[in-house]
């Protein structure tokens, strides 16, 4: 039976040092860990990505939200593939195919027994720049958004 697990973080311009969303994207892709890259809306290799996090960084306003982080556990069930295929569905489901992502799958070596995914969320719409998925706030702001209540 699979156990679900998954954690949510923010990363924004006042509560971070500057770069800290790009490094995030930098460390989940590093090398030894082997992961299976998956993006939307942005590029899917490491520092190209993290220059795509840079870049909006330093185009939005001092209080921005930078990215949301999502880590979630995968099923040690599932197979290399269908877990890629898990980590795309969810994330067509979840930003609509409006938001850019990057995510990370570990799951060989010393994460073989504990397969999962680090997602960065750059929550602003492709075509608009407005923010859409509103994941990190409370549940007031996302019912007068027209979201669900909590989180």
């Known amino acids: ?28 892709s590093r090398p030894d860990a082997q992961p299976v890259l998956l993006s939307e809306h942005m ?20 209080n921005g939200r ?7 556990a995968l099923p040690i069930e599932l197979d290399e593939h269908r877990r890629a295929v898990l980590v795309e569905t969810f994330m067509a489901d979840l ?9 990370a ?5 010393k994460d073989a027994h504990n397969p999962h995914v680090h997602i960065a969320v750059h929550d602003r719409d492709i075509e608009t720049n407005r923010r859409v998925l509103r ?3 409370n549940a007031r702001d996302r019912l007068a958004a027209g979201l669900p209540g909590p989180k």
Request: overall charge positive.
């Open 95 to 103: 930003t609509g195919g409006r938001v850019p992502w990057f995510a």
């Open 135 to 137: 994941l990190s706030d």
């Open 66 to 72: 930078v990215i949301d982080k999502l880590r979630i």
């Open 105 to 109: 799958i570990h799951q060989t070596g």
């Open 1 to 28: 039976m699979a156990i679900y697990s998954c954690n949510l973080r923010s990363i924004g311009r006042t509560t971070h040092a500057a770069g800290t969303a790009g490094a995030h994207v930098r460390y989940i």
């Open 43 to 62: 590029p899917y290799e490491a520092d190209p990505a993290r220059n795509f996090i840079d870049r909006a960084e330093r185009a939005m306003r001092k």
